[in-house]
């Protein structure tokens, strides 16, 4: 019985340390260092003059991520020039999904010819401190990399014509104007992140 008690009180601390890990709105992101597609190693700190960030977790097999590709593509074009770069990062372990590996993702990224970095989190050590768990997943970071907002790109995922609300769009424009992002958090809608269970 005391055994008991004493792995369930283990097993909580580990749950809440867990939990405590994922970023939340206000939290500063560490910075990372991931592959990009193009052969080189990326981190926030190489964009330099940039005013935030929009980080996705995103993949090659989603459905829901491939609905949203052109939607990142021209949101991408809309927000690099207000100094908010698109970051696209796979999540996925490609042992778990197969279509989601490093050179599949180089094969997608020449195919739709993303105007954004393409990383690999390569060891899944980037996700979970975001606490990423759909692709796609969007957290919106301000210059000094505090997450302003996280949650879903807009409120239309199998539409896009049918979109009323464009979260991270109105996320970067609030904070451009000095403003809290409203709503601050959304329900990411999309597939789980795949990884390898143990």
Not at 18 to 26: E, H, R
Not at 156 to 184: C, F, H, K, M, W
Request: aromatic fraction near 10%; charged fraction near 20%.
């Amino acid at each position: 019985m005391k055994k008991n008690i004493l792995f369930a009180l283990i097993l909580n601390c580990f749950c809440v340390l867990s939990f405590a890990q994922s970023y939340q709105i206000g939290d500063v992101a560490e910075d990372f260092n991931l592959p990009n597609v193009s052969g080189h190693m990326l981190s926030l700190d190489d964009y330099e003059g940039v005013n935030g960030y929009i980080i996705v977790f995103t993949c090659n097999h989603c459905p829901y991520s491939i609905m949203y590709e052109d939607r990142l593509i021209a949101l991408h074009k809309l927000t690099a020039d207000m100094g908010y770069p698109v970051i696209a990062i796979n999540p996925n372990d490609p042992a778990a999904s197969p279509g989601d590996g490093f050179a599949e993702m180089k094969v997608r990224h020449a195919e739709k010819q993303f105007p954004f970095a393409y990383l690999f989190d390569e060891g899944q050590q980037v996700y979970p401190k975001f606490g990423a768990t759909k692709t796609p997943h969007v957290f919106v970071l301000d210059s000094d990399k505090k997450v302003r907002y996280m949650g879903a790109i807009d409120d239309s995922a199998r539409d896009a014509s049918a979109v009323t609300q464009q979260y991270v769009l109105n996320a970067v424009e609030a904070i451009s104007a000095g403003q809290q992002p409203n709503p601050t958090t959304t329900k990411a809608i999309g597939c789980s992140v795949k990884k390898v269970k143990k």
